[in-house]
């Protein structure tokens, strides 16, 4: 089985060619900034993005008849559970026009819907940005009009998860296990029994390299109106978290200037891990105190100084086990191989 696998984001387009759950080629395809500032739109985009893919199709001597599916990352749609929907025309229409965000990502089923009607090709999303499987006591977030958004890093999240409980003998659809995704944006959740119950979104947590996390309401308040509205949304989007307080969002170059000695960084690093460990100890009570296991995930879980006070906070809540990286593009072809297999069922989104 063929697999084609697309992933846009902000910057590049990471294009991958699997047979069966076996990697074959991937290729983060760089965009130019020069190119992106031509797009005054996002959805603009779309036809750059195809010729991308069907360039990477063309350098490494692939027919797009040769496929037997294609799988896309899910992009901000609205509301959705866990596992793939099926890549019609309504899904890109919601794609396109009713969004719950505008991000890089939703342009993966716009691209995989062309190929798909051009060549007659099953195509999928899987694991969206914006798996939403709350709890009703979870959804209320203080405001009526204005309920807590579900938005996390579920696909790698999820990966990460169903990983851990095959290692270890366990069945991911009866286990509790917390999974953090420690990246430009930290985002964690609460999977119990295979659903998403619980999450703690990159604006309502721990800062983190360049966005701001959770700020106190007030501070909101006095940013917005000294700064205007705009000024607030940089603070959560790029220029928070590590980039405010040290002029970096490199974990890295942090963990050097505290080894030359940088007291800040140092108390800025702590921080950071601090407000992570408190945030997994909010999730710990979601299924009364049961936890099987902490994991930690995403690009800078690397950073063994910060996953090493992370635990030494949290570790007496459940076993932490560390997997740097992120795995998406393997999320993905496993989704789609599960489809395919009749072992799971793509559902239709309709609103």
Same mark, same amino acid.
């Given at each position: 089985m063929k697999i084609l696998i697309i992933n846009p984001g902000s910057t590049s387009t990471k294009v991958g060619i699997y047979e069966d759950l076996e990697e074959k080629i991937i290729e983060n395809i760089s965009i130019e900034a020069d190119i992106l500032k031509k797009f005054d739109d996002l959805y603009d985009q779309t036809?750059?993005?195809?010729?991308?893919?069907?360039?990477?199709?063309?350098?490494?001597?692939?027919?797009?008849?040769?496929?037997?599916?294609?799988?896309? /990352?899910?992009?901000?749609?609205?509301?959705?559970?866990?596992?793939?929907?099926?890549?019609?025309d309504e899904l890109c229409h919601i794609m396109r026009h009713r969004p719950a965000q505008i991000h890089a990502s939703n342009l993966g089923a716009l691209v995989a819907r062309r190929i798909s009607k051009e060549y007659d090709i099953?195509?999928?999303?899987?694991?969206?940005?914006?798996?939403?499987?709350?709890?009703?006591?979870? /959804?209320?977030?203080?405001?009526?009009?204005?309920?807590r958004r579900s938005f996390s890093h579920a696909l790698n999240t999820r990966a990460v998860a169903m990983r851990y409980c095959a290692d270890n003998g366990l069945d991911y659809y009866k286990s509790s296990v917390i999974v953090v995704h420690l990246g430009g944006g930290i985002s964690m959740n609460f999977q119990k029994n295979g659903r998403l119950v619980e999450t703690v979104s990159s604006d309502e947590g721990p800062f983190s390299t360049n966005r701001a996390g959770v700020l106190p309401i007030y501070s909101c308040i006095t940013i917005a109106?000294?700064?205007?509205?705009?000024?607030?949304?940089?603070?959560?989007?790029?220029?928070?978290?590590?980039?405010?307080?040290?002029?970096?969002?490199?974990?890295?170059?942090?963990?050097?200037?505290?080894?030359?000695?940088?007291?800040?960084?140092?108390?800025?690093?702590?921080?950071?891990?601090?407000?992570?460990?408190?945030?997994?100890?909010?999730?710990?009570?979601?299924?009364?105190?049961k936890v099987d296991a902490i994991l930690l995930t995403g690009g800078i879980s690397y950073s063994k100084m910060l996953t090493g006070w992370v635990k030494e906070k949290v570790e007496f809540i459940a076993p932490v086990e560390i997997y740097p990286g992120e795995f998406e593009m393997r999320a993905l072809a496993q989704g789609a191989y599960r489809v395919m297999q009749g072992m799971e069922k793509a559902d239709y989104l309709r609103l």
């Open positions: 036809d750059m993005r195809y010729e991308q893919v069907m360039e990477f199709l063309k350098k490494n001597n692939i027919s797009p008849s040769d496929l037997d599916v294609i799988v896309s /990352r899910g992009g901000l749609l609205p509301p959705l559970h866990t596992g793939a929907y099926v890549i019609d099953p195509a999928y999303i899987y694991d969206a940005v914006s798996v939403d499987e709350l709890t009703d006591e979870a /959804r209320l977030s203080g405001v009526k009009k204005y309920p109106a000294d700064e205007g509205a705009e000024a607030l949304q940089k603070y959560e989007d790029s220029i928070g978290g590590l980039v405010s307080y040290l002029g970096t969002n490199d974990a890295r170059e942090v963990e050097k200037m505290i080894e030359e000695g940088n007291e800040e960084a140092l108390l800025v690093y702590r921080s950071m891990a601090y407000q992570i460990a408190k945030s997994i100890g909010s999730l710990a009570i979601v299924d009364n105190g």
